[in-house]
């Protein structure tokens, strides 16, 4: 693929939608950190629910840590994985107190330090809490990245250095929430909905759906 259309592609995908941002609802780069600790292997609408239910109770570090693992996973019993996150946001919420003055720390070492947090979660921390030009490959930018052209790779690492090196700088804030978000509603594992795909012309993907007739 070209930088033509690579620019093309996110000219479009900027114009449909040009404030995008994470579905997971947070009101500090914390409240985020928990969100995508629990988001892993869950829908962003489950975590939502169960975050409505904790942060109204608890939502700093030493709050949080002050539940303990049992009373903390009860909150989240809905997700999950939840023994488990539980257990490492615990961990996690004491290493914030004890080593960075209950902030979440806005470089990438100090945040893969933390327990439950691999290098997808720092990269949504980084980008969406700190305004970083981190792109956080999940399985929908995975698709995206492999199906359309933009990004081609075997790996997650592969696909997210070629799309960082790709992408055009202007777009590197925003890119992660438009291909998340266009690969959940419009380029789904399935059935891709290529008839409604705002950038279906450009993209080169061999099996594309489109309406005959």
Request: glycine share 6%; net charge positive.
């Amino acid at each position: 693929m070209n930088n033509a259309k690579r620019h093309e592609i996110f000219s479009r995908l900027r114009a449909a939608n040009p404030h995008p941002t994470t579905e997971l609802e947070y009101k500090t780069p914390f409240e985020l950190l928990v969100a995508v600790v629990l988001s892993a292997q869950a829908t962003d609408k489950g975590v939502n629910l169960a975050t409505r239910r904790l942060f109204p109770v608890a939502n700093t570090p030493a709050a949080i840590h002050a539940l303990g693992e049992a009373r903390l996973a009860d909150y989240i019993k809905t997700i999950g994985l939840y023994k488990s996150k539980a257990k490492h946001l615990i961990a996690a919420c004491r290493m914030l107190v004890e080593l960075h003055d209950s902030q979440v720390p806005a470089e990438r070492a100090a945040l893969e330090a933390l327990p439950g947090v691999g290098r997808k979660t720092a990269n949504v921390i980084l980008n969406t809490a700190f305004g970083q030009p981190t792109m956080a490959v999940d399985t929908h930018i995975f698709r995206v990245a492999n199906r359309t052209g933009l990004a081609p790779g075997k790996t997650v690492l592969e696909v997210e250095k070629k799309l960082l090196k790709t992408i055009p700088a202007e777009f590197r804030i925003d890119a992660h929430h438009w291909l998340i978000l266009h690969g959940r509603y419009v380029c789904q594992a399935r059935k891709p909905k290529c008839g409604e795909c705002i950038i279906s012309d450009l993209c080169e993907y061999k099996g594309k759906l489109l309406p005959t007739g």
